[in-house]
């Protein structure tokens, strides 16, 4: 049974165009090798980053939305660790989102049913 993933790539910003296009695919291949299937990809564009890493000061954000069976999780983590294209990636299951990012708009005090000053007064 495949599980919903996400993984946000930073790759290198050197480099021309096509060259990025063949890291992203570079990125994407080993997912499609180990028999998941890939539900979008998208750039978020290049970005300067908090502090070098990898003598990069600059990094290319990239958004890859995907399923794969869990066992082969460690081998997409190891393939991507080996890319020399990637600077830092995060990989997040899909499924397990925050509660809190699910209601902004309440706030903590609603969700967690402990009294809000609105509806805490005391009957004179």
């Given at each position: 049974m495949s599980r919903a993933y996400e993984a946000l790539t930073i790759l290198k910003a050197a480099g021309t165009d096509a060259e990025l296009v063949l890291a992203v695919?570079?990125?994407?291949?080993?997912i499609q090798k180990l028999g998941g299937h890939i539900d979008s990809?998208?750039?978020?564009?290049?970005?300067?980053?908090a502090y070098r890493i990898a003598h990069q000061q600059e990094g290319v954000y990239h958004l890859i939305q995907f399923h794969l069976e869990p066992q082969r999780l460690d081998e997409l983590k190891r393939a991507l660790r080996l890319n020399e294209h990637i600077v830092r990636f995060l990989i997040l299951?899909?499924?397990?989102?925050?509660?809190?990012?699910?209601?902004?708009?309440?706030?903590?005090?609603?969700?967690?049913?402990?009294?809000?000053?609105?509806t805490s007064r005391v009957a004179p």
């Open positions: 695919k570079q990125a994407e291949d080993p990809s998208a750039s978020w564009g290049r970005r300067r980053l299951n899909r499924a397990n989102h925050h509660p809190a990012a699910a209601h902004p708009a309440q706030p903590v005090e609603a969700r967690s049913g402990a009294p809000t000053p609105s």
